[in-house]
């Protein structure tokens, strides 16, 4: 089973040198039906609703994958690959000033227009009403994230690792909106 995995393994790394963008769209993608997947069966359901499942993997294969592999250059850019420490700090604090709450609303946007297929007024107002308690959320989880990826994950890792970390926050996110939901019925 080692050798199947640490095969397997390679094959990605592989595909992730030659076809990074691609790769990591691919990844985002299946993280995100996994962690949708993952959240639908915690909350009950007892059937998987496929459109919601595969609108959250074209989220993360279209949106998602590409977005972060784009901000990791261009992060990586501008601070010219440097990673000691003080440079971590800076690319987390521009992260989670700029990145983080854009985000939030896109996600929180998509989510309730596309996924939900809820009207404009009702998704705005929702939005409004749920955006502060899940940006202050992302801030107390997502600095840490974004700590670790730019201290110790090389670059062509990041959003891999991002991905993953995003795949266990969806699921958070979806159990929170169900339980908000519960609540105010």
């Known amino acids: 089973m080692g050798e199947i995995v640490k095969k397997g393994w390679s094959q990605y790394m592989l595909q992730l040198q030659l076809h990074p963008l691609r790769t990591k769209m691919i990844t985002a993608g299946v993280l995100a039906g996994i962690s949708d ?93 749920q955006y502060p308690s899940v940006q202050l959320a992302a801030w107390m989880f997502w600095p840490i994230v974004g700590w670790i990826n730019h201290l110790y994950m090389p670059l062509q890792l990041r959003v891999i690792f991002q991905s993953f970390v995003a795949c266990c926050w969806g699921i958070f996110l979806n159990l929170r909106a169900r339980t908000m939901t519960l609540k105010n019925q």
Do not use: C
Request: proline fraction near 3%; aromatic fraction near 12%; charged fraction near 30%.
């Open 37 to 129: 997947s993952t959240a639908q069966k915690l909350s009950g359901i007892k059937k998987i609703e496929l459109r919601r499942l595969l609108l959250k993997m074209l989220f993360g294969f279209a949106y998602g994958g590409p977005f972060g592999h784009l901000v990791h250059k261009v992060l990586d850019s501008i601070f010219k690959g440097k990673r000691d420490k003080k440079t971590v700090a800076k690319k987390v604090l521009l992260e989670q000033v700029t990145l983080s709450p854009w985000n939030n609303l896109v996600f929180l946007f998509y989510y309730g227009l596309v996924v939900e297929r809820r009207p404009w007024s009702e998704v705005k107002t929702r939005v409004k009403k």
